[in-house]
């Protein structure tokens, strides 16, 4: 053999000895689906028993993953945030192929929150404790707005009728005025005894909703003292979409709405538009009221956000909203609102983030006279505010974050004298720590100190959290101040209340305060999750009327202190094959000094409940469930003398369950049916007080939804 052949032959000797590990490598490959065999982009694939062997899926769904070549059985797993984890055993000495359907979590402890910290964090690691509503829970009750689907989903949250049919909130002792209402993170305009128009929260756009209950005063500062409760609108991630909705009910209840999106990159956009419309109608029995009012409503809402380069984000949004009741003969009521905002995100680099915003809104009420087609508008909330936040990571555990926020308030109001208006400043500075100094440990801490100018009130609040993790269990504890400022109403009113009385503010009013104690612990795996919560209020100066004999009229004043203590237990369990339930119970004890001008109509006793089947096909899919809500009876004191605390007389309103079985279905591409029974058991109260349910029995309701970019998808 020449030379040329021996060197040939040796060196195709040596590659095949470098080959041979490679050739004898084993190789598992597959595609990743979700339920609706749609595949899955950036699902984490790797090796259980070998560290650093691992990939994700690509665009396609699709996956390939080298083996190591020894006589060993291995387990692949695969995982995605908000979905159950699958593992496959593989067999030694060969390849093969893996596909793996990935089923939801019903709690999905993955999901991102702000609210508690108003920095993403994945709600497993909040150490405060945050309820999250998701866009498939708000599906599954068919709420038109706020109050329908925090009562379904939230025991101990009772929205009722005050004076002249305005709805009004009672959270487990808490009022409307100490519940903070915000919208993508804004404050929303328009108190009015002592709530907002939660006709204006439509749902229609909404990604989920985030309540964190207990003070929150150290991040949002006023009216935070019961909780906050933050509605995040959806963000365009699509090319393009488009949808067209519409829904019909008892009482000629109608619903029509439609939505628009698109996705360019650098721009997306999303415009959505909502009209909503009831008939009056009779009540079965007496009571406080006897008929309903017809109402109207249009919600407008647009959210444009423009990437300017991979640092800056600018997000503009605008809306607008009209509502009319017809709750006289000769007039109807007519609410405006009016918003819009601009906000900039600027990231320095991984580790620092700045964002600052600008943000407008305007809440109107006029009255309409039908004979001479007069709109006179009596009442204007004003808000312009100016926010600035400030986050730095010192590493990816331990993040600072600041901030500051200035308000201008204006009230114009037919309570005050001569329909006057009055205009408050309102700033402060806050700042908060997140410090992890081990994994299953986390601390929060923050501080945050607020002034008002009209009555010259400062005050500083602030919290600490805490969370610690063993195993599947998570447990937490904090310790919040809260407090809520005067607002110009409750200062400045002279208003004649149906030539019965008349209601005085008062100028000299103290700030609201409260010292909000809570510990919990939860439980979670992939188809269990169980929490138990107690919590303590201390409430001190709350703010109400009472009668003054000097002036013979009821006059904005601070009581003593008020305890309310209570538990909030939650058990939920869904399983693979669609078999899914949820019951959560709250007990509330308020308790008030005798003597006090204020009774509690808390009910002790709430509890919400979910039972659901669901199946999905390639081209059909459906979801059955059965919603309850049970609200205990709860027996208090009413004065029958508004010039003496002493004479008092027992009422007991009664409790009530209602149930609504809903059927949701995908027919196909995007056409969504739902039907749905509500007041299955048709209850009716044998009374109507203000906190009775206003129904009238069973009543049933259809409606449709067409997603149309998705008719053109393959």
Not at 91 to 101: G, L, W
Request: net charge neutral; hydrophobic share 30%; with cysteine.
């Amino acid at each position: 053999m020449d030379k040329r052949k021996l060197r040939a032959t040796v060196c195709l000797i040596f590659c095949c000895f470098i080959a041979a590990p490679a050739f004898s490598q084993r190789i598992v490959s597959g595609t990743v689906y979700d339920n609706n065999n749609e595949t899955f982009a950036g699902v984490a694939v790797w090796l259980k028993e070998r560290n650093g062997i691992a990939t994700s899926t690509d665009s396609k769904g699709q996956y390939t993953l080298s083996l190591p070549d020894d006589n060993k059985e291995y387990t692949l797993q695969v995982s995605l945030i908000g979905y159950i984890q699958q593992d496959r055993k593989l067999r030694p000495h060969q390849s093969e192929t893996a596909d793996f359907y990935l089923k939801e979590k019903e709690v999905d402890l993955g999901t991102v929150v702000i609210t508690a910290t108003r920095t993403p964090k994945l709600l497993k690691n909040s150490p405060i404790i945050t309820k999250v509503i998701t866009e498939n829970e708000i599906k599954k009750v068919d709420a038109t707005h706020i109050g329908d689907l925090l009562q379904s989903e939230l025991p101990g949250v009772e929205f009722s009728y005050s004076m002249n049919q305005q709805v009004s909130l009672n959270m487990q002792g808490f009022g409307g005025n100490s519940v903070l209402f915000l919208v993508d993170g804004e404050r929303v305009a328009g108190e009015t005894l002592d709530n907002i128009d939660y006709s204006r929260l439509n749902l229609d756009n909404v990604e989920r909703i985030e309540i964190v209950k207990g003070a929150a005063s150290s991040l949002y500062g006023s009216n935070a003292v019961g909780g906050v409760v933050n509605i995040i609108s959806k963000t365009a991630t699509e090319p393009w979409t488009a949808n067209i909705n519409s829904r019909f009910a008892a009482h000629n209840e109608q619903r029509h709405g439609g939505s628009v999106s698109f996705n360019t990159g650098r721009f997306n956009s999303i415009t959505n538009v909502q009209h909503t419309s009831e008939d009056g109608y009779k009540m079965k029995n007496e009571g406080a009221y006897s008929q309903l009012f017809g109402n109207r409503t249009w919600n407008i809402k647009e959210r444009l956000q423009y990437n300017v380069n991979d640092q800056l984000k600018l997000t503009g949004r605008a809306g607008y909203f009209f509502r009319e009741r017809d709750s006289q003969v000769t007039s109807k009521d007519r609410y405006r609102g009016f918003s819009g905002g601009l906000k900039g995100d600027y990231a320095f680099n991984e580790k620092s983030n700045m964002e600052l915003a600008y943000s407008f809104d305007q809440y109107d009420k006029s009255e309409y006279l039908m004979s001479t087609e007069n709109d006179v508008r009596d009442y204007s909330n004003v808000q312009h505010s100016i926010r600035g936040l400030y986050n730095y990571s010192f590493d990816q555990k331990n993040t600072l974050t600041v901030g500051g926020d200035y308000m201008r308030d204006y009230l114009m109001s037919y309570q005050f004298k001569d329909n006057g208006s009055y205009r408050q400043y309102v700033a402060d500075v806050f700042a908060q720590f997140d410090w992890t100094p081990v994994d299953r440990f986390n601390v929060i801490t923050g501080l945050r100190y607020d002034y008002f100018s009209e009555n010259d009130i400062s005050r500083i609040s602030p919290k600490l959290g805490l969370m610690y993790k063993v195993g599947n269990c998570s447990l937490r504890g904090s310790y919040s101040a809260g407090f809520r400022a005067p607002t110009l109403k409750e200062m400045y009113m002279v208003f004649d209340m149906a030539s019965v009385f008349m209601i005085y503010g008062n100028p000299d009013l103290k700030s609201e305060t409260s010292h909000n104690f809570s510990v919990s612990t939860e439980y979670t795996n992939n188809y269990y999750n169980f929490s138990l919560t107690g919590y303590y209020n201390l409430v001190d100066n709350r703010i109400t009327t009472a009668w003054s004999q000097e002036l013979k009229g009821m006059l904005y004043t601070n009581i003593d202190k008020i305890d309310i203590t209570g538990i909030d237990a939650n058990a939920s369990v869904k399983y693979p094959c669609g078999i899914g339930a949820r019951l959560s119970y709250t007990y509330t004890y308020e308790h008030i000094k005798k003597g006090q001008p204020l009774m509690s109509q808390t009910r002790p006793h709430a509890a919400t409940a979910r039972i659901e089947y669901g199946k999905d096909w390639k081209n059909y899919g459906f979801n059955l469930s059965l919603n309850g809500r049970f609200l205990s009876k709860v027996t208090t004191n009413e004065y029958t003398s508004l010039t003496s605390y002493e004479e008092t007389e027992k009422v007991t309103y009664p409790g009530y369950m209602i149930w609504k079985l809903s059927l949701l279905q995908n027919i196909w591409k995007g056409i969504n049916v739902t039907l749905a029974v509500d007041n299955l058991f048709n209850y009716v109260p044998s009374y109507y007080y203000s906190n009775s349910p206003y129904t009238t029995g069973t009543t049933f309701s259809a409606g449709i939804s067409l997603d149309i970019d998705k008719l053109f998808k393959r």
